[in-house]
């Protein structure tokens, strides 16, 4: 398995596996529109996962100056349980590091309970926090 930035050519790859792995999310998070968003803004900070020439995994990540993010950390079901997801975060942490980071956060639905102890055992943990969102309206949307 090599992980690495992510590619034009992987946009195939990247799309069936978040089809996959992220079935009921929004427009606005499927491939189609989150890829080239990432690929205008911090594109040295989007990474797959590839095994046997095909994408078996990807994480985004983002840097504000302030704290890191990740996103779209995802991992084809035929390839789980083989140490891509853990490679990939420790990866991005890594990019996020060498930039300054110091703290990194992520989002993840409250009842993915496999989900949250993959990251608690990451040594992630839940804060006291409250997640609070706004869609902003943007052209093309």
């Known amino acids: 398995m090599d992980i690495r930035?992510?590619?034009t050519s992987?946009?195939?790859g990247v799309?069936?596996?978040?089809d996959e792995a992220f079935p009921n999310d929004p427009p606005w998070n499927r491939a189609e529109a989150a890829i080239p968003a990432k690929l205008a803004f911090q594109p040295e900070l989007f990474f797959?996962?590839?095994?046997?020439?095909q994408v078996a995994g990807s994480a985004?990540?983002?840097y504000d100056g302030h704290r890191g993010w990740l996103?779209?950390?995802a991992v084809r079901s035929d390839a789980k349980r083989a140490g891509i997801g853990r490679a990939l975060v420790r990866h991005a942490e890594e990019a996020l590091q060498a930039l300054g980071c110091a703290k990194v956060n992520l989002q993840i639905r409250a009842a993915n309970a496999e989900v949250v102890?993959?990251?608690e055992r990451?040594?992630?943990a839940a804060e006291d926090r409250i997640s609070l969102g706004r869609r902003l309206s943007v052209s093309g949307e």
Not at 48 to 53: I, L, M, Y
Request: glycine share 14%; hydrophobic share 40%; charged share 20%.
């Open 5 to 7: 930035r992510y590619e």
């Open 122 to 124: 990451l040594g992630y």
């Open 60 to 62: 985004m990540a983002g």
């Open 15 to 18: 799309k069936s596996l978040w």
């Open 10 to 12: 992987d946009f195939d």
């Open 71 to 73: 996103y779209s950390v």
């Open 48 to 53: 797959v996962a590839v095994e046997g020439g």
């Open 117 to 119: 102890q993959f990251y």
